[in-house]
Structure formats: structure tokens, C-alpha cells
């Protein structure tokens, strides 16, 4: 029966010492804005920066999109 037990504790993910594992730190935010951004640039389309835009229009990476949809319009 005890070794029942243990085998239960076990599958449940703890750790030595009853522990559950710690979360990962969270990423910074402004650090996945400027990756969506170069991903948009790479792409180099409307679509992309009107997206960017769209979902990050107070960020100051927003204005430099917006002069990339300016330079797509010439």
C-alpha cells in the first residue's frame, strides 16, 4: 500500500522536497512587440504593418510601421 502512495506523489510532477516546479520567468512584453514588428518589416507588406499597427497602435514602434506603410504607398 505505501508503495501505492509514493508512486501516486510521483506522478503528480513534484519535486524533491513536495515542491511543485516554478513557472519560467515571463518575457518581457516590449521584447515580443519588437519581434512582431521585425516579423512585420521582414514581410515587408501593407497587411503586416496594418496589422502591427492594429494591435500596437500606442507603441513607439507603431510610428516607425506607420512610415513603412508611408514608404509602400510611393
Do not use: C, W, Y
Not at 17 to 30: E, F, L, V, Y
Not at 61 to 68: D, P, S, V
Amino acid at each position: 500500500m505505501a508503495s501505492k502512495a509514493n508512486a501516486d506523489e510521483s506522478s503528480k510532477g513534484n519535486t524533491k522536497g513536495g515542491h511543485a516546479p516554478s513557472m519560467p520567468m515571463a518575457r518581457d512584453p516590449s521584447a515580443a512587440v519588437a519581434e512582431e514588428f521585425e516579423a512585420a518589416r521582414r514581410a515587408g507588406t501593407r497587411e503586416t504593418f496594418e496589422l502591427f499597427i492594429a494591435r500596437h497602435g500606442d507603441d513607439p514602434l507603431a510610428e516607425q510601421a506607420r512610415t513603412e506603410l508611408k514608404r509602400l504607398s510611393r
